[in-house]
């Protein structure tokens, strides 16, 4: 019962300890630079400007309703296994 005690404080010290986090911008370490400017940008990148993902990497979703059912057209790389 005393060890079940014990562990209490050192659980919720681990838990307090997980959930601080920085929260701070984020920055180059000292003596580096941020890449350079991509070929034609007129302006250099911030840190945040990096971090932030093109159309292309993160797509919107487009979601078609459908109908009615369909029956599924043959899919020849849907084998049975050997």
């Known amino acids: 019962m005393k060890r079940t005690l014990a562990l209490f404080p050192a659980l919720a010290l681990v838990l307090m300890l997980g ?6 911008d984020l920055e180059p370490l000292p003596g580096q630079a941020l ?17 932030a993902p093109d159309p292309l990497a993160a797509p919107e979703r ?14 020849p790389f849907d084998l049975p296994p050997e």
């Open 35 to 51: 890449p350079p400017a991509p070929f034609g940008a007129k302006a250099q990148p911030d840190a945040q400007d990096l971090l």
């Open 62 to 75: 487009s979601v078609e309703l459908r109908k009615r059912s369909e029956e599924r057209q043959d899919d």
């Open 19 to 24: 959930a601080c986090g920085q929260k701070a």
